[in-house]
């Protein structure tokens, strides 16, 4: 943020004048807003960037653990074969998957239900503070 406290005197010597103020100002606020959707630009850029190569990566191994538990449930229900019949078998291991899929969809909901919007955080601190110092320096300005 630009400087104000030390601002340059007018062409004449004296202090700068109204429009000189108000000119300098309304360059400091338009640099500032330009600086600050450039960090939010890339502040989101990098969080978009993490999440792609994490939905990427999450999507891989869910890929391969769908193929090991398929070959996980044909496992257990030929071992239950061996001391049940065939279809109660299947049974056990489809009332057990079940089962397994209800839990995990009641946990995924609760997961879901505790994200947070992605927001700029570091950005929003950023406009916050930039906000209260010229709000201060307003008031200040007022008193004098």
Known sequence: MADVANARTSRNGSEPSTAELVQRATEQVSRLVRDELALAKAELAQKGKHAGIGIGLFGSGGALAFYGLG???????????????GWAAALVVAVGLFLLAGILALIGKQQVSRA?????????????????TVTAAVKDGRRS
Not at 71 to 77: M, N, S, Y
Not at 116 to 132: E, K, N
Request: hydrophobic residues 60%; glycine residues 4%.
């Open 71 to 85: 070959a996980l449930v044909i496992t257990v229900g030929l071992a239950l074969d061996l001391v049940l019949p």
């Open 116 to 132: 947070v919007p992605p927001v700029p955080a570091a950005t929003v601190r950023s406009l916050r503070a930039d906000v209260d």
